[in-house]
């Protein structure tokens, strides 16, 4: 037997013969369709669904019988295929026209491809060259233009350090007529701003203990008391001070814009000198989509300019205010220490109260604590309970889906069944019970870190109370000036 054709799922077989321009005769016997779809006559037009169009292409031809051979006479009836005289169309693939024309086909795509290669290398390597050209021009503009910039910066930064030169030396001095000023005022300012930096420091108090008590009331009537007697040297040192806060205001924009000045520069700096073969040079994909820039040339000299204005205007202020402060007389009274005396006694009471509130908010704190940590210890145990159930769990869970592959009528609801079952509701049910217990231990929880928070809190407010008054008040009031100072004989 010869194989003559296998069109995908089908063979065809026949016994040798020797035909010349025939093709050979193709069996239709049933048992070479065997399992597959019965055979029925289609037109030359649709296309077998074994030979998908578009691989192959039907042909229909009116094939004739090949002769019948002598070697097929010597076999047996049941080795010969059977003859299908209805049989009157035979589908090929390709005809040898086809096969011609397919590699005509492919030889002009080929040499069109080809040429299409060879001019977009032409016009690849023509625009390579172009571009480079391009780049080389725009990066050589770049670099001056940031040379140009450079030379800007370096001109408004001397300019900046010239000024803030001289804002820095008025300021000094200005600093220093306030100090005579405060010297002449010795006998009075003293006793003054410690009492004003009591009730400053006091306003730090937080919470519930920012009370106006007595100590608060004395100092104000403290206050009131040295007040009356220097209200006139009391308004130049607030121009004084006043002064100095502009003169550091201006010498704080002289700084900033100073210090903006020489960022940039070093920026512009390094800039101008990066080259392509430069370290730190890297790809920042969509930087140039990104505008920050807030001013323009323009805009950018004016506020240097601006500052540098604002700073001579204030120089000239401070200047005529240092000419007018030379009249400075104070007159003291004995009541400055009759008042030192009774502001003293109020904080020494208010400390005492302070502390001892302290005192029993740590002993709450402790309490409170403690309890925190056992409460933290049940928590762990409920949560280690929890998890000791998770083993027992998967065992029984992993049972039941073992025992689902169990074929046919081997799948029994039998007793290991239900007890599997029963075991795994018993198991949810514990984790549940053990999870709303742990919900409710950590409920517990959170209220006694909420309790504890409070206590925290309140301690913090009467430490820092009392740091302030004992600390900080208590501390400054101990070099009171002497009654010989505070009438102005020392």
């Given amino acids: 037997m010869e194989l003559v054709g296998s069109p995908l799922t089908t063979m065809y077989a026949h016994p040798r013969s020797t035909p010349t321009k025939f093709l050979p005769a193709i069996s239709t016997m049933a048992s070479s369709y065997k399992n597959r779809i019965p055979y029925y006559p289609l037109p030359h037009s649709f296309s077998l669904p074994w030979m998908p169009s578009a691989y192959y292409k039907a042909a229909a031809i009116n094939p004739t019988l090949a002769p019948f051979s002598k070697g097929s006479q010597e076999l047996t009836p049941s080795e010969t295929l059977p003859f299908v005289p209805n049989r009157t169309t035979l589908f090929t693939r390709y005809t040898p026209d086809d096969w011609y024309k397919s590699n005509l086909t492919n030889y002009k795509e080929s040499e069109t491809s080809r040429h299409k290669a060879e001019r977009l290398r032409v016009d690849t390597t023509r625009m390579i060259q172009d571009k480079y050209q391009q780049t080389k021009k725009t990066q050589v503009e770049s670099t001056k233009n940031l040379g140009q910039r450079v030379n800007d910066i370096e001109f408004w930064k001397s300019e900046l350090c010239h000024e803030l030169d001289e804002m820095i030396g008025e300021t000094n001095t200005l600093t220093d007529v306030k100090k005579r000023l405060e010297r002449a005022l ?243 049910e514990t984790i549940q019970s053990l999870q709303q217990r742990l919900r409710d231990a950590e409920d517990t929880l959170q209220t006694l870190v909420r309790a504890k928070s409070v206590l925290e809190h309140d301690l913090a407010v009467k430490a820092n109370s009392l740091f302030i008054d004992q600390e900080k008040c208590m501390g400054m009031r101990k070099n009171f000036p002497s009654t010989a100072r505070l009438v102005g004989y020392v």
């Fill in 186 to 428: 010795a006998e009075t300012e003293a006793p003054l701003q410690v009492a004003q930096e009591c009730l400053l420091h006091r306003e730090k108090r937080m919470g519930i203990d920012l009370v106006h008590d007595n100590v608060e009331k004395q100092l104000f009537t403290e206050v009131d008391v040295i007040r009356s007697c220097q209200e006139r040297m009391q308004r130049y040192l607030d121009q004084a001070k006043a002064q100095l806060v502009s003169n550091r205001a201006a010498q704080h924009e002289l700084e900033r814009d100073l210090a903006n000045k020489q960022a940039a520069l070093r920026i512009d700096d390094k800039c101008h000198y990066l080259r392509n073969t430069s370290d730190g040079i890297g790809y920042y994909r969509g930087v140039e989509r990104v505008d920050a820039t807030i001013s323009v040339p323009e805009s950018w000299a004016k506020f240097t300019d601006n500052n540098i204005l604002l700073s001579q205007s204030e120089r000239a202020a401070s200047a005529k205010l240092r000419d007018n402060i030379e009249n400075l007389l104070v007159v003291t009274a004995n009541e400055m220490w009759h008042q030192f005396n009774v502001v003293n006694v109020a904080f020494t009471n208010r400390i005492a109260e302070t502390a001892d509130a302290k005192s029993k908010i740590q002993t709450h704190l402790a309490k409170t604590l403690q309890e925190i940590f056992q409460i933290e210890m049940n928590i762990e145990a409920i949560r280690k309970a929890i998890r000791d159930k998770g083993p027992p769990l998967k065992v029984a869970q992993t049972r039941l889906d073992e025992r689902t592959r169990r074929p046919n009528m081997e799948l029994c609801r039998d007793t290991a069944q239900l007890r599997l079952v029963n075991e795994v509701y018993e198991i949810d």
